[in-house]
Nanobody, 124 residues
Framework: VQLQASGGGLVQAGGSLRLSCAAS????????MAWFRQAPEKEREFVAA????????YYAGSVKGRFTISRDNVENTVTLQMNSLKPEDTAVYYC??????????????????WGQGTQVTVSS
C-alpha cells in the first residue's frame, strides 16, 4: 500500500485543519487505518485509528472530542478532521495502514505501511 498524506499547514490556535491520506496499491478496504504524529524531539505517537469497515474508531485522549477520523473505501482515502487546534498539536502527521487493528500503545515497528508525513503547525 502506498500512502500519500496532504492537508497540513499553519493555523492559529482554535482553528481547524483537514488532513487526507490517499491510498493506492493493495486493497484499501482490507486495512485498518490510522494517524500518528511526531513533534520535534519527541517519539511518534498514536492519534486516531479507524477499522477496515469504518465501524469503529479510536482516539488518543489528548485529541478525543476535537479530532475525527473517517474513511472512504470507494475513494480509498482516510481523513482526519482537526478542530480546536492547540499549539501542542504541532507535529508532523503520518498516516499508517495495517492489516491488524491499530490503537494507542501498538508498537510502531508492527505498523506495515507509513505515509510520508505532513507538517501541522499551530501558532498561539
Amino acid at each position: 500500500v502506498q500512502l500519500q498524506a496532504s492537508g497540513g499547514g499553519l493555523v492559529q490556535a482554535g482553528g481547524s485543519l483537514r488532513l487526507s491520506c490517499a491510498a493506492s496499491g493493495r486493497t484499501f478496504s482490507r486495512y485498518n487505518m490510522a494517524w500518528f504524529r511526531q513533534a520535534p524531539e519527541k517519539e511518534r505517537e498514536f492519534v486516531a485509528a479507524v477499522t477496515w469497515s469504518g465501524g469503529t474508531t479510536y482516539y488518543a485522549g489528548s485529541v478525543k472530542g476535537r479530532f475525527t477520523i473517517s474513511r472512504d473505501n470507494v475513494e480509498n482515502t482516510v481523513t482526519l478532521q482537526m478542530n480546536s487546534l492547540k499549539p501542542e498539536d504541532t507535529a508532523v502527521y503520518y498516516c499508517a495502514a495495517d492489516a491488524d487493528p491499530v490503537y494507542a500503545g501498538v508498537p510502531l515497528r508492527r505498523i506495515e505501511y507509513w505515509g510520508q508525513g505532513t507538517q501541522v503547525t499551530v501558532s498561539s
